[in-house]
């Protein structure tokens, strides 16, 4: 969001507020005024919309989070186009190209950019600049304030997905599923992985101490993240101990989540576990949720840390 945005939402909040409340009392001509706080689900229709034309708007954030993973996807997938299909079985078939192997990791990045990153350095920014502190004196309540954000990350995200299939399916020739339960599969992984990496951000965003340093903070995490949890290097690549460093992170688990929905059966085997081992992708992502709603609850502030 800009200041010009956060001036906008600041103003609609109020004059909701101002539009729901009750006519006060005459009294010698007198008037009282009560104001009320815009029903949540309101606030949030109005935040949703102001933090799309902020994101948009920002050129950085449209390149870094929108369109990286589709960058990414169409350079491994060329680059390492040369060493032939992966996971061919003995009998010739079951083959995959290394676009279609890295395309699950790169959805499961395009969550975690959209919803750990980008919230953890906006609201960073927000509160380091002052923002927050305007909007937490208006009569916007911080669960439509929340809202708005999720529900950005959520259609940013949906839209940053469908770009992708679309370049894989039609610039790289990558197969996507056509069985509905991979696809429920899917749907399932990827709002479970929205609101765990958008908690996660909200959360991550109470480290930085100024908007100059929100980056230096959270971009290090999330590269890291990504080298070990199968997004950039095959997960089989890496030894042992760090594969079971990856395994306390979430990302590991969400990016395994999607190698089940867009990766032939056979390629289970090559898990630790040697198999897609579901219940445990959804037992992990759900601990980072509920870790991540308890810190956001007890470190948000409208302020930033002095």
């Known amino acids: 969001m800009n200041p010009k945005l956060d001036d906008e939402l600041a103003a ?76 061919t079985l003995p009998d010739g078939t079951g083959g995959i190209s290394m676009a279609e192997y890295y395309l699950p990791g790169m959805v499961a990045s395009a969550i975690l950019l959209s919803g750990l990153q980008n919230l953890a350095i ?16 208006t009569p916007l309540s911080p669960v439509s304030y929340f809202l708005g954000k999720v529900g950005m990350i959520l259609i940013t995200t ?3 997905v469908a770009l992708l299939f679309a370049f894989a399916a039609v610039v790289l020739g990558v197969r996507l599923p056509s069985e509905p339960e991979l696809w429920l599969r899917f749907g399932g992984l990827f709002l ?12 991550l965003s109470a480290l930085p101490r100024s ?43 969400l990016a395994q989540g999607m190698r089940s929905v867009f990766l032939p059966e056979h390629f289970a085997e090559l898990e630790p576990g040697g198999s897609w081992d579901l219940g445990l992708v959804v037992l992990n992502l759900s601990v980072w949720l509920l870790a991540g709603l308890v810190v956001s609850l007890l470190t ?4 930033r840390r002095s």
């Open 12 to 87: 609609k909040a109020t004059a909701e507020g101002q539009a729901d409340a009750p006519a006060g009392d005459a009294a010698g001509g007198a008037r009282a005024i009560h104001h009320r706080p815009p029903s949540i689900w309101r606030g949030a229709r109005a935040a949703v919309g102001l933090e799309l034309r902020g994101y948009f708007r920002t050129a950085d954030t449209v390149f870094f989070t929108f369109l990286f993973p589709v960058l990414l996807l169409g350079i491994f997938g060329t680059a390492f186009s040369v060493q032939g299909d992966v996971g």
């Open 122 to 137: 906006d609201i960073a920014r927000e509160k380091s600049e002052g923002w927050l502190k305007r909007l937490g004196g």
């Open 158 to 160: 949906l839209l940053q």
């Open 192 to 203: 479970l992985g929205i609101a765990t990496m958008s908690l996660l951000g909200i959360a």
């Open 211 to 253: 908007s100059r340093s929100a980056s230096a903070v959270v971009l290090p995490v999330v590269l890291v993240l990504q080298f070990i949890s199968g997004v950039f290097l095959m997960f089989t690549m890496l030894p042992e101990w760090l594969q079971n460093v990856a395994a306390v992170f979430p990302l590991k688990w």
């Open 300 to 303: 948000f502030r409208w302020t």
